[in-house]
């Protein structure tokens, strides 16, 4: 990065796991990425988390990726997954686009 001392990489670094795909998610989704950030329900309503439930601000970009998964995984429409299904699907994502525990910048 033009006048950081260290570069992208130095800041790549600093970076937990879930910036860091993040920002894979914003080249991915450019469009998405110009949109900041949304609320992102931890158990998608879909498959059947409360209107109200549990919710995180995320990037974008980043929740548009972690929908893609949970589609992938759980495709919309059909039945709900039983309790144990559900828990798989969730370990599955979050294993590989796992939430941020802190705010992300």
Not at 8 to 30: C, F, M
Not at 49 to 61: F, N, T, V, Y
Not at 66 to 87: Q, S, V
């Amino acid at each position: 990065m033009p006048g950081v001392p260290g570069g992208a990489g130095r800041i790549a670094k600093a970076l937990g796991p879930a910036e860091k795909l993040a920002a894979k998610a914003a080249q991915r989704y450019p469009k998405m990425a110009k949109l900041g950030d949304q609320w992102h329900h931890i158990v998608p309503k879909y498959l059947g988390g409360m209107e109200k439930g549990l919710r995180i601000k995320i990037p974008a970009a980043y929740h548009g990726a972690i929908t893609a998964a949970f589609r992938e995984k759980w495709p919309y429409g059909g039945r709900k997954p039983r309790p144990d299904e559900l828990r798989n699907i969730m370990c599955e994502v979050y294993g590989k686009l796992p939430l941020p525990n802190r705010p992300m910048r």
